[in-house]
C-alpha cells in the first residue's frame, strides 16, 4: 500500500514529465523575489506532550538567486515562547515541482536549548511555489529532550 502511494505522489509531482525530468537540478542564475511567509502548522512527532503545533508568526524570504534564499522571522514555537530565526533556504535540486534542500539558520527562544539563547540547525526542507502562492515543509529533526521534532508547514504569498 505504501509503495502505491509513493508511486502516485511521484506520478503527480512528474506532472507527465518522463523519468530524466523528474529530478533535476535547479538553475543557480539571479533573481530577487520578496515573499512574505506565515508562521507554522507542526505536526509533532511526539504527540504525548502536550506541544503547541499552532505556531503563529511571521516571515520574510528574499530569494536572490534560484537555489538560494535569505529568510528571518518570528513565530510562538512548540515550547509556547517567543522564538526568532534568520538564515538561508538552499535548495540545489527539484522533483518535478517541488525544491529540495535545507534550511541553515539560527533560532532562539526553546527553553531547553541553551537556556533560550540562539543555536544553529539545518532542517530538511520542501518547497512548492505555483506563481504567487507557495509552500515551505520543513522536517525538523528531534535533539535530545531540548527540541521536540516534526514536520511543519509554512505558507508564503510573494510580494514581487
Do not use: C
Not at 24 to 37: Q, V
Not at 113 to 131: K, L, N
Amino acid at each position: 500500500m505504501k509503495t502505491r502511494a509513493l508511486f502516485a505522489l511521484l506520478a503527480l509531482l512528474g506532472g507527465g514529465a518522463h523519468a530524466d525530468d523528474l529530478f533535476t537540478k535547479i538553475d543557480a542564475g539571479p533573481k530577487s523575489e520578496l515573499w512574505i511567509d506565515s508562521g507554522f502548522a507542526t505536526y509533532h512527532f511526539d504527540r504525548d506532550k502536550n506541544l503547541n503545533g499552532g505556531n503563529r508568526g511571521l516571515g520574510f524570504e528574499y530569494r536572490f538567486s534560484g537555489t538560494m534564499a535569505a529568510a528571518a522571522g518570528r513565530f510562538v514555537n512548540s515550547d509556547r515562547y517567543y522564538s526568532n530565526y534568520a538564515g538561508v533556504l538552499w535548495q540545489p535540486y527539484a522533483l518535478g515541482p517541488v525544491r529540495l534542500g535545507a534550511a541553515i539558520a539560527m533560532f532562539d527562544g526553546y527553553p531547553k536549548m541553551r537556556d533560550r539563547g540562539w543555536f544553529p540547525a539545518i532542517v530538511p526542507t520542501f518547497t512548492y511555489e505555483y506563481q504567487r502562492v507557495g509552500v515551505n515543509v520543513g522536517v525538523i529533526p528531534s535533539y535530545k529532550d531540548r527540541l521536540y521534532g516534526g514536520i511543519s508547514v509554512q505558507l508564503k504569498l510573494k510580494l514581487f
